[in-house]
């Protein structure tokens, strides 16, 4: 593993923890485990291409 790789899941890990938090807090927001794994995925996909 190189350096890179470990700030993405670091990035990807924090932006999905931080988006089920606020979901959950604000249920009108949606399912907070659909809201987390939903902008995980949108994150992910792109960077996953370069």
Do not use: K
């Not at 979901?23 to 370069?50: N, Y």
């Amino acid at each position: 593993m190189n350096g890179q790789m470990d700030q993405r899941t670091l990035l990807l890990a924090l932006v999905g923890c931080t988006t089920a938090y606020v979901a959950f807090e604000h249920p009108s927001f949606g399912t907070a485990l659909m809201v987390g794994v939903g902008v995980v995925t949108r994150i992910h996909l792109p960077m996953r291409q370069s």
